[in-house]
C-alpha cells in the first residue's frame, strides 16, 4: 500500500473522530445552517477542479475541470451565503426585544 | 529573509483552511457563534481558492475565471431562494458537490489512461462510483421536492433486487478495472451504471422520507470528497470530505432514530417500502369539528400552548401567520413555544428555519426530548400541517407501519387541535386515530387562511 494512502487514512479517520464529536454538539436548532455550511465547506473540490481545468493537459481534462469549477464554486458561494442568510433569522427572545 | 518556494505556501495556505473548516463547525454548534463560523469558512475558502490560483501546475485562466463567474451566478441565486425552498436547494447542492468530485476523479482517470495503477484505478473507481450515484440520486430527490416528479414512493416488485443488481454491476465493472486498469472502455460503462443506480435508488423514496435521504446524500457527496482527497493526496479535501461526510452521517442516524428505521434499512434504500402497505382498515368514527370561534376562545383561556409544526405548514406558506399568533396569544400572556420533530419537514431542522424567518426567537422552538414531558401542563396543542409525528398508534399499534417511532405526545395535552384540510390520511396513508379523541378538534381549511381567522378573533376579543 504507498505511503500516501497511510497517510490519507491517517487524516480522514482522525478528522471523522473530530467531525463526528463536533457534529453531535449542534443543536438540532441548526440542523439545516449545519447542511448548508458543510456543504459550502465540501466544495473545496473547487481546488482540485481549478488545477485539473487550468494546467493544459488535453481538451477532455479542460472540460470536465471547468464544469467541475462551475458547479463546486456555486455551492461555494451559495452555501455560504444561505448559511448566513439563515443564521441571522435566529435571534434569541432578549436579541428580538432589543 | 529567502521568499519561501511556491509549494510550500500552497501547503501553509491549506492548512490554515483545514484548522478554520474544524473551527467553522465547532462555532456552528450555537446561535451565538455559528456566525462566526460561516466566516471562517468563508476566509477558509477565499483562502484555499487564491492560493490554489497561483499553482505552477494552474497555466490557463481563460477556462477558470469563464467557469468561476459561472459558479457565481449560479450560485447566488441558489443562496438567496425562500425558505421553503431550502430542501431543494440543498439536493441541488448535494448534486453539483457530487458532480464535481466525480467529473474530478473522470478526469484523473483519463490523464492516467492507460497506465493508471491498480491502486489509484480502486481508489478512483470508488470515489466516481459514488459520485455518480449521488449526482443523479440528489438530482431526483431535488425534484421530487420541487414536485417536478411525483413525491409518492415508486414502487414495483423486485425493485430492491434490481436496484442492488445494479450497484453490484457497477462494483464488478471497478473490480475488473482493477484487475485490468488498460481496459479503459470499461470505464464509461461504469460511470452509466452508477449514474442509473442513483435514479434507481432515490425514485422509490417517498417525500416524507426525504430529511433521511438528504441527509444519507449529504454524507455521499462528502465521502466522494474525501475519496477524491486520497486520489489527489489532498489533506484538505480528505478533512473537508470527512466532516461533510461524517455530519451527513450523523444526521441520518438522527433521522433514523426518529423514525425508527434501521440504519441498514436505510444503507439498502428501502424507505419507500414501509409507506406502500395498506392503509389500516376504516371504520365510521365521530370526529369534533370546530370554527375558528370556538377554537379562538379556547386558546384565548389557555396559559400555556404548544404548537407543532409539519409540512403542511411549509406547503401553506403559514409560517408568518403563525408568528401573528404567536404574537397575539404572548401579548394575552399566555405562554406560546414549538414542539419540533425531528424528522418534521423534508430536511432536518426545516421548521426551526421557517419559524427563524417568520421571526420566532429561537428560544421558544423546543426538541422533541425537551416538550414531551410538558404535554400533561399543556392546555392546548395545537397542530398545523404535522401528521405522523403526532400519531399515538406509533406508541400502541403493532400493526401500524410507524408503530416504534417516537412521537410528540400531544395526546397528552388538555385539547388538542388540529389545522387540516380534511379528513383524508397524510402523506404516509396511515389513519391516525389522535383525530377521534375526546379532547380532540379538527379545525378544517386551509392552515394559513385558518390561522389568520384564529388572529383575528382573538385579537378582536383583546379589545373588548
Known amino acids: 500500500m504507498p505511503a500516501d494512502f497511510i497517510s490519507n487514512l491517517y487524516v480522514f479517520i482522525l478528522a471523522g473522530f473530530v467531525g463526528f464529536e463536533l457534529i453531535k454538539r449542534v443543536s438540532p436548532l441548526l440542523h439545516t445552517p449545519l447542511m448548508s455550511l458543510t456543504n459550502a465547506l465540501d466544495a473545496i473540490v473547487v481546488v482540485a477542479a481549478i488545477i485539473i481545468a487550468g494546467r493544459q493537459q488535453n481538451t477532455l481534462s479542460t472540460v470536465l475541470g471547468s464544469i467541475a469549477v462551475a458547479a463546486s464554486f456555486s455551492n461555494m458561494v451559495g452555501g455560504f451565503f444561505i448559511t448566513d442568510r439563515m443564521l441571522r433569522m435566529f435571534k434569541s427572545g432578549k436579541q428580538k426585544k432589543s | ?464
Open chain 2, 1 to 464: 529573509m529567502t521568499a519561501l518556494p511556491t509549494e510550500q505556501l500552497l501547503h501553509a495556505a491549506y492548512l490554515v483552511a483545514t484548522v478554520l473548516f474544524i473551527l467553522a463547525i465547532k462555532w456552528l454548534s450555537s446561535p451565538v457563534s455559528a456566525r462566526r463560523g460561516v466566516l471562517a469558512g468563508e476566509i477558509a475558502a477565499a483562502l484555499a481558492v487564491g492560493a490554489t490560483l497561483f499553482n505552477p501546475e494552474v497555466v490557463a485562466y481563460k477556462w477558470i475565471v469563464v467557469t468561476l463567474l459561472i459558479g457565481a451566478g449560479i450560485g447566488i441565486p441558489l443562496g438567496m431562494v425562500h425558505m421553503t425552498a431550502v430542501p431543494q436547494r440543498t439536493a441541488l447542492s448535494h448534486a453539483f458537490g457530487a458532480l464535481s468530485a466525480a467529473l474530478v476523479g473522470i478526469s484523473e482517470f483519463y490523464v492516467g489512461a492507460p497506465h493508471v495503477s491498480r491502486f489509484s484505478m480502486g481508489e478512483i473507481g470508488l470515489e466516481v462510483i459514488i459520485g455518480s450515484l449521488t449526482f443523479t440520486g440528489s438530482l431526483i430527490a431535488a425534484g421530487k421536492l420541487q414536485e417536478i416528479l411525483p413525491q409518492r414512493p415508486i414502487v414495483y416488485r423486485g425493485q430492491n433486487f434490481v436496484s442492488l443488481s445494479v450497484l453490484a454491476a457497477a462494483l464488478l465493472l471497478a473490480v475488473a478495472l482493477v484487475v485490468n486498469p488498460a481496459n479503459t472502455a470499461l470505464f464509461p460503462i461504469m460511470v452509466a451504471v452508477a449514474l442509473v443506480f442513483g435514479v434507481l435508488l432515490v425514485t422509490p423514496i417517498g417525500g416524507a422520507d426525504m430529511p433521511t435521504v438528504i441527509s444519507l446524500l449529504n454524507s455521499y457527496a462528502g465521502f466522494s470528497a474525501a475519496l477524491l482527497g486520497f486520489v489527489l493526496n489532498s489533506k484538505v479535501l480528505v478533512v473537508a470530505g470527512a466532516l461533510d461526510g461524517s455530519s451527513g452521517f450523523i444526521l441520518s442516524v438522527i433521522m433514523c432514530k426518529a423514525m425508527n428505521r434501521s440504519f441498514t434499512n436505510v444503507m439498502f434504500g428501502a424507505f419507500g417500502q414501509i409507506q406502500a402497505s395498506g392503509p389500516a382498515v376504516k371504520e365510521e368514527r365521530v370526529v369534533r369539528s370546530a370554527v375558528a370561534e370556538e377554537a379562538a376562545g379556547i386558546l384565548a383561556a389557555a396559559s400555556k400552548v404548544v404548537i407543532v409544526p409539519g409540512y403542511g405548514m411549509a406547503v401553506a406558506q403559514a409560517q408568518h401567520k403563525v408568528r401573528e399568533l404567536y404574537d397575539a396569544l404572548s401579548k394575552r400572556g399566555i405562554d406560546v413555544v414549538f414542539a419540533i420533530h425531528p424528522v418534521a419537514g423534508r430536511m432536518p431542522g426545516h421548521m426551526n428555519v421557517l419559524l427563524a424567518e417568520a421571526d420566532i426567537p429561537y428560544d421558544k422552538l423546543k426538541d422533541m426530548d425537551d416538550i414531551n414531558g410538558d404535554f400533561p401542563q399543556t392546555d392546548v396543542a395545537l397542530i398545523i400541517g404535522a401528521n405522523d409525528v403526532t400519531n399515538p398508534a406509533a406508541r400502541t399499534d403493532k400493526s401500524s407501519p410507524i408503530y416504534g417511532m417516537p412521537i410528540l405526545d400531544v395526546d397528552k395535552a388538555r385539547t388538542v387541535m388540529v389545522i387540516k384540510r380534511g379528513m383524508s390520511p397524510g402523506f404516509a396513508g396511515i389513519d391516525n386515530p389522535l383525530y377521534y379523541l375526546d379532547r380532540t378538534l379538527m379545525l378544517f381549511g386551509d392552515a394559513k387562511q385558518f390561522v389568520g381567522e384564529l388572529v383575528r378573533e382573538i385579537a378582536g376579543g383583546a379589545s373588548h
